[in-house]
């Protein structure tokens, strides 16, 4: 019996996905849970497992095409004890069921698109829709979609919308006629008339086209966009990862107001440590031995000395988050992704470490569950990795701060009026004025450098 | 096949239809010996003579009124305001003795009121009106507007030959900036019938008179960016081209309507309602209009140019019509 | 000048004003039993200038009316039922019911043009019937009528100033019948005698008692014959007045009552049957006879009137536009040949006779004396036409100083060149 592979929806508010690359090809056996096709989306690239075991009948979406969350990608030929009844959507979609439960889904995060109204997500729809129909509520949609649904009875609360403010747009409801991009059948367009059009004026040379699908901010230009394209370049479309990006730190800038507090922590006896214990560990452990959780660590102890710093804002309201989920940002060939530690404080040193390096590791091999790179509530970034004394970044919403680490080098320092060498490493944390004061902000840095700089946990 | 211009087109058509019927005869302020004071009708009084083309007094009421009695007896007068606003000194004329004289009593009017109108050119509001609404709004008249050389020919012919009277209106900017070739011999263009300028799939465009141009030139540049935008020049105000307006709406399901006139009152409005009262399930968008402000002409030319439509508004406005 | 009237047209003068007299009792009846549809406005008083200035007119000429020349159209050949059916709103009216009271027309066969409500608009309208009447060959003359009131509007200002300009064989009737609704002509005009607007367009005026309708006839002949003649236009002020309010729904309580005793005393109907008396040209078998012509006439058309149907509601949707329901063909009396090229082309430049200023006199024109109640003529004020596009290419006209556009006779270049202006015209054709 032939089971739809669908694309899944990878988050609360991803809307559509990108398959990047088809695994196997028609005609190919495939185990259940075997990677089947790998996409992209807006929050994090993944390796889709086949949610059925049988051999590959048909792919109906190709590679490089973004279709919207449900959208049937490929059929498979089920056959064998091995088949079982093909499972729900849902349930092969790593979108949490607790996800399409929630009543309401939380304020949307800066990133989704359509910054002006709050987009319920499509993979709920169904539910929603189904909600919004039965209380009445008309679903967001023009004269010209409600007709095409009725007159090819199509119930507009099954279709996802990707409009504007979710509203199902035109293509919308085309596809859900047709699986296709088609035009609806054109009425003979009016007569061009006899006469001879006018001749336009010769205008700047041509711009290729911009990014015209969202509507955020991050897509403003400065200037006049003429003015970009002068002499020999080359056009480089954002992908949907950069894109995504680019949108986060725009709003993230917008809506905080940043301060930045930068220190100066002396990392001698961590590093000493490190060197000493380093082969051991990685024995043991079976993990590497970097920096890193030390810093989480470490920021885990002031978080919960300094709540406010652990929180998010909601308008009025502040959100003093009770877990400390510690974001890591790691810095990818194509772009930039931050998986979060979650429960940070109720791991131990070994585990805080662990629990870096697998979600690094993951990160890069685009093997990341969706709730892994959601729900930080603190975040860390390592720009002094690539060199740098310090940087200033940019807070990862809804966060209220960020710590900065800078490069680690040995300098001269003066210690009781001698000059010493030791390893020393600028800090820098960001934070949001909004809920930060200056002098909480301070004192976290404090507390922050007293523990690195007097490692008193055992590592081991 | 000739180049000319859009005035030199007027003064083709009026010599050619001078030419092929005794009946047409031109009046107005200056424009016998003078020519006329944009020179529309220079040569007029050397090949016609001064029974044909009559040097007025400064009476517009007086002008208008001596054109209907001369169409009663079965002339076709051509009366020229010499700028289009002074037509406001002959409203009850125009409004109350040609507009509802067939209507009233079954006498056809079959006289052509034309004159220069339209802004760009630093005439401050005396000279830059765009009245053509106050004439939309009354029954019984005719309101063409064309905007290039091949179509103001054709349409000007139309207008002679038809039996109602026709306001004709003559954007001053475009008189000499536009040329166009345009065939030999005789041709002319239906009143009452829109034009694709362009045709598109992502939006429409309506417009007429300059700010049609303006419109292709901002669908140029909506074209780099990827927005396909149909520009319809409707030609003709009064009476409208329904049909072509529907027809177009359904195929792109989104409107922008871009007008010189000012926003309240201006033919926008008209067709939005035409638009929402036959094709309100083919509308996939709002339906937006660029429009000059509502306020009198101004004279200084920045002030002049933020009361205009320009082709950045366009864009913008298309812009967003195209994302909804 | 005037062929005496024959009897029968005595007549028929008589016969109309009191058709016209009658006919409008008649409807005060008819309004007051409510068949009437909106206003009614009267001409009682002022039959004479009616009839007594349509009958000088020939049946090709034109004539518009104003709302209290109903007399006139039943002179131009219009029956009591089309002046019926107009005020009751019937279908069977000659604008089928789209328009009332005397807002119709003829463009056909009784050559006439249907007014509108405001006032001074059928001036320049007949004066560019006159124009194109003359162009066409025609030979016609036009001819409406203005009140005291209708005399104070800009369109009358515009009208007879383009008439003038134009030398169109166009005749006005100014009506002073001394009160424009509610206000008295001393409150309307600066001037006690109206005729004397005609100088300031260098035009005849003539003053009348519009009271006599031979008088008012003798006036009018004089001027069609002066129209035909090409020395047009006219301005007639025949002197009136209104005997009833501006219309049935104004008591007209602010005229003084000693004034309507003083016109009834002058009342043009009465005046003339006792002219025809007086003079053996009619008896009172005659006058029985055509009273009850008249009864006979108006019985017939008004119960033809009142039996017909009001139009249908669909009809209120018709007629905006002519689009192909008329066929309009001027009627040429002249070869056309003469208006088309080679025989209409001129030189276009202006042939100035006077360089203008305060020195150059202006032929004819002298103080016009106006007597006090307006009975004798005032002298005939005429002028030639300041300029004129030169006719022909010749310049044999000897001394004639031709200046051509944009030269002026300080241009010691000019005064040089004898043939300037045709070779100026040469270059400006080679553009």
């Known amino acids: 019996m032939a089971v739809d592979v669908v694309m899944p929806q990878m988050g609360e508010s991803i809307f559509e996905g990108t398959i990047t690359k088809w695994l196997k090809k028609p005609g190919d056996k495939i185990e259940r849970d075997e990677p089947l096709f790998e996409i992209s989306t807006d929050k994090v690239d993944a390796e889709i497992p086949s949610p059925a075991a049988g051999v590959l009948k048909e792919v109906k979406v190709n590679e490089g095409q973004t279709v919207p969350v449900q959208t049937v990608v490929a059929t498979i030929e089920a056959g064998g004890a091995a088949a079982q009844t093909a499972p729900s959507p849902a349930k092969q979609a790593p979108a949490p069921v607790p996800a399409q439960a929630k009543a309401e889904p939380p304020p949307s995060s800066a990133s989704a698109p359509a910054a002006r109204m709050p987009s319920p997500p499509p993979g709920a729809a169904a539910e929603q829709a189904h909600a919004r129909a039965a209380s009445g509520e008309k679903i967001r949609s023009s004269p010209l979609v409600r007709r095409i649904a009725r007159e090819h009875n199509i119930d507009l609360a099954q279709v996802p919308g990707t409009g504007a403010g979710g509203r199902v747009s035109k293509r919308d409801i085309l596809e859900a006629v047709e699986g296709t991009t088609a035009r609806p059948t054109q009425t003979p367009a009016p007569p061009v008339g006899g006469a001879i059009p006018f001749r336009a004026p010769t205008g700047p040379s041509p711009l290729p086209p911009g990014g015209a699908a969202q509507s955020t901010a991050a897509f403003e230009t400065a200037v006049p966009r003429e003015k970009l394209y002068f002499g020999h370049y080359e056009v480089q479309p954002m992908s949907v990862m950069r894109q995504k990006i680019a949108e986060h730190m725009v709003l993230s800038k917008r809506v905080s107001p940043h301060v930045y507090s930068v220190d100066e922590v002396d990392l001698t006896g961590i590093a000493a440590l490190r060197a000493k214990t380093k082969e051991k560990f990685e024995q043991a452990a079976g993990t590497k031995l970097t920096f890193m959780p030390f810093f989480v660590r470490a920021a885990v102890e002031a978080l919960r000395a300094f709540p406010t710093v652990n929180a998010s804002v909601d308008g009025t309201n502040v959100v003093l988050h009770k877990e400390a989920n510690i974001g890591i940002a790691v810095a990818l060939d194509w772009g930039l992704i931050v998986p979060v530690i979650k429960n940070a404080e109720e791991k131990n040193f070994l585990g805080t470490a662990r629990a870096i390096n697998d979600l690094a590791e993951r990160a890069r091999a685009k093997k990341l569950k969706p709730e892994e790179v959601a729900e930080s509530t603190f975040s860390i970034t390592n720009p002094g990795v690539f060199g740098g004394l310090f940087g200033l970044p940019i807070i990862n919403q809804p966060n209220v701060a960020i710590l900065g680490l800078g490069t680690i080098e040995k300098r001269p320092v003066v210690i009781d009026d001698a000059i010493a060498i030791r390893s020393m490493v600028y800090l820098t944390l960001s934070y949001d004025h909004r809920v930060v004061d200056g002098a909480t902000a301070h004192q976290f840095m404090g507390r922050l450098k007293h523990s690195l700089e007097n490692w008193s946990e055992s590592i081991l | 096949m000739a180049e000319i211009t859009m005035l030199e087109g007027i003064r083709q058509a009026l010599f050619e239809e001078m030419d092929r019927d005794p009946a047409v005869v031109a009046l107005g302020e200056d424009i016998g010996v003078f020519g006329g004071a944009f020179k529309v009708t220079e040569g007029l009084l050397a090949r016609f003579g001064p029974e044909r083309v009559i040097d007025t007094p400064i009476s517009e009421t007086a002008i208008v009124g001596a054109a209907c009695g001369m169409s009663y007896l079965g002339l076709r007068p051509v009366a020229e305001m010499q700028f289009i606003d002074f037509i406001a000194c002959c409203f009850n004329q125009v409004t109350n003795f040609l507009a509802k004289s067939h209507y009233r009593w079954g006498a056809p009017v079959p006289l052509v009121l034309r004159g220069p109108s339209g802004g760009s050119v630093h005439g401050g509001p005396f000279h830059s009106a765009n009245p053509e609404m106050y004439f939309v709004h009354t029954p019984g008249l005719k309101v063409v507007y064309p905007s290039t050389a091949y179509d103001a020919k054709g349409l000007l012919k139309s207008a002679i030959r038809d039996n109602n009277p026709v306001l004709f209106f003559e954007h001053k900017f475009l008189y000499r900036r536009i040329k166009e070739e345009i065939p030999s011999g005789d041709y002319t263009v239906p009143i009452g019938k829109a034009v694709i300028r362009r045709q598109g799939n992502d939006l429409t465009i309506i417009s007429y008179a300059a700010a049609a141009h303006t419109s292709l030139e901002a669908a140029e540049q909506l074209g780099r960016e990827g927005i396909d935008a149909e520009v319809m020049d409707l030609r003709t105000l009064l009476p409208l081209d329904r049909e072509s307006i529907l027809a177009s709406l359904k195929k792109t399901n989104k409107l922008l309507i871009v007008h010189e006139d000012t926003r309240t009152g201006g033919i926008a409005g008209e067709i939005a309602a035409i638009v929402c009262e036959g094709a309100f399930e083919d509308l996939d968008g709002p339906i937006l209009r660029v429009t000059a402000l509502d306020t009198p002409v101004p004279y200084s030319p920045p002030l002049e140019h933020r009361f205009l439509p320009n082709a950045e508004k366009i864009v913008a406005a298309a812009r967003a019509l195209a994302k909804y | ?431």
């Open chain 3, 1 to 431: 000048m005037n062929r005496p009237l024959t009897r029968e047209q005595h007549f028929d003068l008589y016969y109309y004003m009191q058709l016209n007299r009658q006919l409008e009792e008649r409807m005060v009846r008819l309004f007051r039993q409510n068949k009437i549809v909106g206003g009614l406005y009267s001409s009682l008083g002022q039959e004479g200038i009616s009839i007594g200035s349509a009958y000088a007119l020939e049946p090709r000429d034109w004539l518009a009316p104003m709302i209290r020349n109903i007399g006139a159209l039943l002179v131009k050949g219009f029956k009591p039922r089309d002046i019926f059916t107009q005020h009751m709103a019937k279908y069977t009216s000659p604008t089928f019911g789209k328009d009332g009271t005397s807002h119709f027309g003829d463009l056909k066969v009784r050559h006439t043009v249907s007014p509108i409500s405001m006032l001074g608009d059928l001036i320049p309208v007949m004066t560019g019937v006159a124009m194109a009447g003359r162009y066409l060959g025609q030979n016609i003359v036009t001819l409406t009528w203005i009140g005291d009131g209708g005399s104070s509007t800009g369109a009358f200002h515009e009208g007879l100033n383009l008439a003038a300009t134009q030398r169109a064989p166009f005749i006005l009737i100014l009506e002073n019948n001394q009160w424009a609704y509610s206000t008295p002509v001393s409150r309307q005009v600066p001037l006690k005698n109206l005729a004397g607007r005609a100088l300031a367009y260098g035009i005849t005026g003539k003053t009348v008692d519009g009271n006599d309708v031979l008088a008012v006839y003798r006036a009018t002949k004089d001027a069609v014959e002066q129209c035909r003649a090409g020395r047009g236009p006219v301005l007639i002020e025949a002197k009136t007045m209104r005997m009833k309010g501006h219309a049935q729904h104004d008591p007209a309580e602010y005229v003084p009552q000693a004034m309507f005793a003083h016109w009834k005393a002058r009342d043009p109907i009465t005046r003339y049957e006792a002219y025809l008396t007086e003079n053996k040209l009619w008896d009172e078998t005659k006058k029985a006879e055509i009273d009850a012509r008249i009864e006979r006439e108006l019985d017939e058309d008004q119960k033809f009137a009142e039996e017909s149907p009001l139009p249908p509601a669909e009809l209120a949707e018709q007629g905006v536009y002519c689009e192909g329901c008329h066929e309009i063909k001027a009627d040429w009396h002249r070869p056309k040949s003469e208006v088309t090229p080679p025989k209409s082309s001129v030189e276009p430049t202006w042939t100035v006779e006077s360089f203008g200023g305060v020195e150059a006199e202006i032929p004819g024109a002298k103080e016009v004396a106006l007597s006090d109640n307006g009975a004798q003529a005032s002298p005939a004020v005429e002028a030639e036409p300041r300029a004129k596009p030169a006719q022909q290419k010749t310049d044999g006209a000897g001394e004639r100083l031709r200046v051509p556009f944009g030269r002026g006779p300080k241009d010691k270049e000019f005064v040089k060149e004898k043939s300037f202006a045709r070779t100026r015209h040469h270059k400006r054709g080679k553009r």
